[in-house]
C-alpha cells in the first residue's frame, strides 16, 4: 500500500507525537509498505525539503506559523502524492496543518484515517486567553475533521468517550514502545558511573514547560527532603533557568540534578536506576497517551501521575501507579516518600504496569488492518 502520513513536525524534532509517527511510519515500511510523511518545514533544522529516512519518504511543505505549532497553515499541497495514496492518515486533529492537508487529500478522493487527540482538552489550561479563547478554536478544527475522516481512531480512551458525546464511534488505537525495551539488559549501573550517583531518585522526563507541572514536583521536593526522602533527576529539552532558581530559593537545589536533552539508551538507563517516574502534568491538553508511562512499565517501574488528560484511564491507584490531584505538592511529596519507604509496593506496581504495555510492532499491524478494510 502507498500509506501518507500527516504531522505539522516530523523528524529532526523530537516529541511525543513526533516520535509515534516515526515509529508507525518506519514500522509499515519495514513491512514493505510505500510510506510517506507529508509535514512542514518547521524544525527542519536545515533538512532537504525532499529526502528518505530509514525507508520513509519525507515531504516537507512550505507553510506557516503563528507562534503554536498546532497553528502551523500549509501554504502548498503535494496533490499528486495526495491523489495516489491508498490512505491518508492525519495525526492530530487539532493542528491546522493537519486538517487541511487531510482535507485536500479528501477532496482529491484519497482515503482518510483522523488520529484525534486532547478532544476539548483546553478548558483547564492555566493561561486565562487560551482557556477563553483555545475552546472556540479546538471546537472548529474538530468540526472540520470528523466532515473529513473516513475512520476516526484516538490513543486515549478520555477522548473516544468525549468523541461520543458528537455522536461519533472512533476506534482505541494507542501508542507502542519498542519490542527491544521490553527485553534489553539493565542499565542502570552505567547511569549511575557516567552521572557519578550513588543516591537514590526519582525521575521527571518531558519538556520543562509550565503545563508539564515540573514546578509542581520540585515545589514538593522540600517536603521529600524533610523526610529524608530520594533526590530528583530531571531530563528533558528547554529552558532550565526558572526551575534552576525556584529549586535554589525553596533550598532544594542540592537535591536535583538537571540532565537536559539525552539520547534514547541514556533516557531507558535512567528509568532502570530509578525508583520512579513521576509525570506531575498539570492540564488535559498535554497528556493524551504519555509515553513515558508506557516506557517506564516497559522498565517494570512504577510511575506517579497526576490526573489528567488520558492518565486516569491508564493509571489506577495502587494497582498499577500512584494517581494524585494535579498541581498538589504535597500529595505528589508523600507519593514519592511513599514509594521511597515501600519497595515492595513500588515492585509490584511496576511489574502490574508492565502488563499494559503494548509494542509498534502489535500497532502497526492493527493500523494496517484498519487500512485494508478502509481500501
Known amino acids: 500500500m502507498r500509506i501518507i502520513h500527516v504531522i505539522h513536525h516530523y523528524w529532526p524534532v523530537v516529541g511525543g507525537i513526533e516520535n509515534a509517527v516515526k515509529a508507525l511510519a518506519e514500522g509499515m515500511a519495514r513491512l514493505g509498505h510505500e510510506v510517506h510523511i507529508v509535514t512542514g518545514t518547521h524544525g527542519a533544522q536545515g533538512r532537504p525539503r525532499e529526502e528518505v529516512v530509514n525507508g520513509v519518504y519525507v515531504h516537507r511543505v512550505r507553510s506557516v506559523r503563528l507562534h503554536y505549532p498546532d497553528l502551523t497553515y500549509p501554504l502548498e499541497y503535494p496533490d499528486g502524492l495526495l491523489k495516489s495514496a491508498n490512505v491518508v492518515h492525519g495525526h492530530s486533529q487539532n493542528s491546522l496543518f493537519v486538517v487541511r492537508v487531510v482535507e485536500r487529500a479528501k477532496r482529491l478522493g484519497a482515503r482518510t484515517v483522523m488520529h484525534f487527540m486532547a478532544v476539548d482538552a483546553l478548558n483547564d489550561h492555566p493561561n486565562p486567553i487560551i482557556r477563553r479563547v483555545g475552546p472556540l478554536y479546538s471546537r472548529y478544527v474538530l468540526r472540520r475533521a470528523l466532515k473529513s475522516a473516513d475512520v476516526m481512531l484516538v490513543r486515549s480512551m478520555r477522548d473516544k468517550e468525549l468523541l461520543m458525546r458528537y455522536g461519533m464511534e472512533a476506534e482505541y488505537v494507542p501508542d507502542g514502545v519498542h519490542s527491544r525495551l521490553l527485553t534489553r539488559e539493565h542499565g542502570g549501573g552505567r547511569f549511575r558511573e557516567r552521572y557519578d550517583m550513588s543516591s537514590e531518585f526519582v525521575l521527571y522526563i518531558g519538556r520543562l514547560h509550565p503545563l508539564k507541572g515540573l514546578g509542581v514536583l520540585i515545589r514538593a521536593m522540600t517536603y521529600v527532603k524533610q523526610q529524608r526522602g530520594p533526590d530528583l533527576v530531571v531530563i528533558g529539552p528547554g529552558d532550565k533557568r526558572p526551575y534552576v532558581a525556584l529549586a535554589k530559593r525553596l533550598g532544594v537545589f542540592d537535591r536535583i540534578r538537571f540532565l537536559g536533552f539525552v539520547d534514547e539508551e541514556t533516557k531507558i538507563n535512567a528509568i532502570d536506576a530509578s525508583l520512579a517516574v513521576v509525570l506531575p502534568s498539570v492540564s488535559d491538553y498535554v497528556e493524551v497517551y504519555p509515553m513515558v508511562i508506557s516506557e517506564a512499565w516497559a522498565r517494570s517501574k512504577p510511575v506517579i501521575a497526576t490526573a489528567v488528560g488520558g492518565v486516569p484511564y491508564r493509571v489506577?491507584?495502587?494497582?498499577?501507579?500512584?494517581?494524585?490531584?494535579?498541581?498538589?505538592?504535597?500529595?505528589?511529596?508523600?507519593?514519592?516518600?511513599?514509594?521511597?519507604?515501600?519497595?515492595?509496593?513500588?515492585?509490584?506496581?511496576?511489574?502490574?504496569?508492565?502488563?499494559?504495555?503494548?509494542?509498534?510492532?502489535?500497532?502497526?499491524?492493527?493500523?494496517?488492518?484498519?487500512?485494508?478494510?478502509?481500501?
Open 316 to 375: 489506577k491507584h495502587m494497582v498499577n501507579g500512584l494517581l494524585i490531584p494535579p498541581r498538589d505538592s504535597k500529595a505528589l511529596a508523600e507519593a514519592i516518600v511513599l514509594l521511597a519507604n515501600d519497595k515492595k509496593l513500588a515492585e509490584r506496581l511496576g511489574a502490574e504496569g508492565r502488563k499494559d504495555v503494548r509494542t509498534w510492532e502489535e500497532i502497526v499491524n492493527i493500523l494496517i488492518r484498519v487500512y485494508e478494510r478502509l481500501a
